[in-house]
Nanobody, 116 residues
């Protein structure tokens, strides 16, 4: 079994920054892609950013240039640095890890609220 534990969410003013972390633990042989999705009230879950085990990244157009995804393979941890936050970034953020064995695992979600 694999567990993903997220941290770093909270309340921030527009234009502010937050850094999310997600650590994977358990019976992991290897982690391929890791990433972040988000879900705002009344909306579907959407991709924010992903990163491969080699460090290749992919971003949603709405966050490109403001968010940066990174990972520490030794710690099985993925990060999301969020700058220039906007009210429309308000959502529950979920991390995922694509693991061998087992497939895709999800974190429990962390709330990010951008409001003045």
């Amino acid at each position: 079994q694999v567990q993903l534990v997220e941290s770093g969410g909270g309340l921030v003013q527009p234009g502010g920054s937050l850094r999310l972390s997600c650590a994977a633990s358990g019976s992991i042989f290897r982690i391929y892609a890791m990433g972040w999705y988000r879900q705002a009230p009344g909306k579907q879950r959407e991709l924010v950013a992903t990163i491969s085990s080699e460090g290749n990244t992919n971003y949603a157009g709405s966050v490109k240039g403001r968010f940066t995804i990174s990972r520490d393979n030794a710690k099985n941890t993925v990060y999301l640095q969020m700058n220039s936050l906007k009210p429309e970034d308000t959502a529950v953020y979920y991390c995922h890890a694509d693991c061998v064995p087992g497939g895709r695992y999800w974190g429990q979600g962390t709330q990010v609220t951008v409001s003045s």
